[in-house]
């Protein structure tokens, strides 16, 4: 079993930057999937960047790709999302996702989650 804590998120003017950071518990954290989501209010949870146990590989959204980067560090038991050139509509509570079976774009898969960090992105 894994516990995820995000950090990192906060309020930026639009074209600003965020990283995000989500601290995994457990020794097992290498062997877990990733993937971060988030919710903005009265919208479903999406799907943001998710990357392999081996960060080998990664993906993206759409609305994302090539703006967000998704990475992670096995050795300090910590996934990243680096956040550039934010606007508005990517204001939403972000949330890191882990397992060790699913790699999809399904939340409803994923079994362990942290409790969600606000990015809030002004115009």
């Known amino acids: 079993q894994v516990q995820l804590v995000e950090s990192g998120g906060g309020l930026v003017q639009a074209g600003g930057s965020l990283i995000l950071s989500c601290v995994a518990s457990?020794?097992?954290?290498?062997?877990?999937?990733m993937g971060w989501f988030r919710q903005a209010p009265g919208q479903e949870r999406e799907f943001v960047a998710g990357?392999?146990?081996?960060?080998?590989?990664?993906y993206y959204a759409d609305s994302v790709k090539g703006r967000f980067t998704i990475s992670r560090d096995n050795a300090k038991n910590t996934v990243y999302l680096r956040m550039n050139s934010l606007q508005p509509e990517d204001t939403a509570v972000y949330y890191c996702?882990?397992?060790?079976?699913?790699?999809?774009?399904?939340?409803?898969?994923?079994?362990?989650w942290g409790q969600g960090t606000q990015v809030t992105v002004s115009s």
């Open positions: 996702a882990g397992d060790q079976m699913y790699y999809g774009v399904s939340h409803r898969n994923y079994n362990y």
């Open positions: 457990g020794r097992t954290f290498s062997r877990y999937n």
């Open positions: 990357i392999r146990w081996s960060g080998g590989s990664v």
